[in-house]
């Protein structure tokens, strides 16, 4: 008996070093695995999936070694349709979406100053970082309910033409085309005296080149990936490097999502989603407007941009786009004026202008 008395006074402190290195975390061998719904209306070959989309889930999950995993279901895997993708963020269906503004037309009354012609100015990069700033104060009401990692603009918006070539505002009349999207692309279609094509035409090179319409108001790089550059046979722009406004893209995270990280994973979410990621993000689609433009330059399309007076008559033009927005900002209390202003001169710090 004396001895195991003995024994048992030995072990004692042993076992109460033991007993505290139990207590005591292990790094990482425990911790919460969190893991986040990401849904996209593209396909994986996509632009948006494949150079946005994909990097950012890699290297969120590499950086926050794998305590987070991202779970990407483009094409509208997880059900819905592409024009509920906000409402399905801001309502924690999904914790992630990326999407088009032109999808939710009126949703983003502020943050749309910068898809305007004669407010974004041809660099996308530029335009990101603007985008960027300015939604944390004046485009914050936007996004209620709604954490944006990302909101974005492509290179712009040219017409891509199966018809006559136009070099002159005067050559838009008559022109049947299809606007990216209700409002400010329609707009502007019909500002230059063209007008909008009343169908959807899902087969849009096929109707092109079968003389249903006569083109379209897109960027370069989106009428690459749909054939529409095949189906044309010239391309306008209004001026160098100077396009008729943009679309916006929406990369926006559920906030109560967001803000229920722990701080250590929220910083990574931050870090992937402020002013590198902008400015990344817009070289990628200035990269791939100017491959549409090389692809239908190697067609032997003509690129026709508006020159002199054409391209004064063409602003001026525009410019009744840009009123029919403020008219729509005012009825809904909102300074629209002010916005142009800083939206113009956010883009002109960042691009050096």
């Known amino acids: 008996m004396r001895f195991n008395v003995t024994v048992l006074r030995t072990l004692q402190p042993v076992a109460r070093v033991l007993a505290l290195l139990l207590l005591l975390p292990v790094p990482g061998a425990y911790a919460e695995i969190v893991t986040l719904k990401l849904q996209h209306f593209l396909g994986e070959d996509s632009i948006p999936h494949t150079a946005l989309i994909a990097p950012?889930?890699?290297?969120?999950?590499?950086?926050?070694?794998?305590?987070?995993?991202v779970q990407i279901h483009p094409a509208m895997t997880l059900g819905g349709e592409a024009d509920q993708l906000v409402d399905q963020a801001?309502?924690?269906?999904?914790?992630?979406?990326w999407t088009a503004a032109a999808y939710t037309p009126g949703r983003f009354p502020r943050s749309d100053v910068f898809s305007l012609p004669l407010v974004h100015g041809g660099d996308p990069a530029a335009t990101n970082l603007a985008i960027m700033e300015l939604i944390k104060r004046e485009l914050k009401p936007d996004f209620p309910g709604l954490h944006p990692l990302l909101v974005h603009v492509h290179q712009g918006h040219a017409f891509h033409l199966s018809g006559r070539p136009v070099a002159s505002?005067?050559?838009?009349?008559?022109?049947?085309l299809r606007p990216p999207g209700r409002g400010i692309g329609s707009w502007t279609i019909e500002a230059l005296g063209a007008e909008n094509t009343k169908k959807?035409?899902?087969?849009?090179?096929?109707?092109?080149?079968?003389?249903?319409?006569?083109?379209?108001?897109?960027?370069?790089?989106?009428?690459q990936s749909m054939g529409v550059i095949e189906a044309a046979t010239s391309h306008t722009l209004?001026?160098?490097?100077?396009?008729f406004g943009t679309s916006l893209f929406l990369f926006l995270m559920n906030e109560a999502r967001y803000r229920a990280l722990p701080a250590d994973l929220?910083?990574?979410?931050?870090?992937?989603?402020?002013?590198?990621?902008?400015?990344?993000?817009?070289?990628?689609?200035?990269?791939?407007g100017h491959?549409?433009?090389?692809a239908a330059k190697r067609q032997g399309n003509s690129i026709n941009k508006l020159q002199g007076e054409e391209r004064a008559k063409a602003h001026a033009r525009l410019a009744h786009v840009v009123e029919l927005w403020l008219k729509e900002r005012e009825q809904q209390g909102i300074d629209g004026a002010l916005l142009i202003e800083q939206a113009r001169q956010a883009i002109a710090r960042y691009s050096g202008g």
Not at 90 to 97: W, Y
Not at 169 to 176: H, K, S
Not at 291 to 294: F, Q, R, S, V, Y
């Open 238 to 243: 209004l001026g160098e490097n100077e396009f």
């Open 200 to 223: 959807r035409h899902p087969k849009l090179p096929k109707a092109m080149t079968e003389g249903e319409l006569d083109g379209a108001l897109m960027s370069f790089n989106l009428a």
């Open 291 to 294: 491959a549409g433009i090389t």
């Open 56 to 69: 950012w889930a890699r290297r969120v999950e590499a950086e926050s070694n794998g305590r987070i995993r």
């Open 266 to 288: 929220r910083e990574v979410i931050d870090r992937n989603s402020g002013p590198v990621f902008a400015r990344e993000m817009g070289d990628v689609w200035l990269k791939a």
């Open 90 to 97: 801001q309502n924690g269906v999904v914790d992630i979406v």
């Open 169 to 176: 505002v005067a050559e838009f009349r008559g022109l049947t």
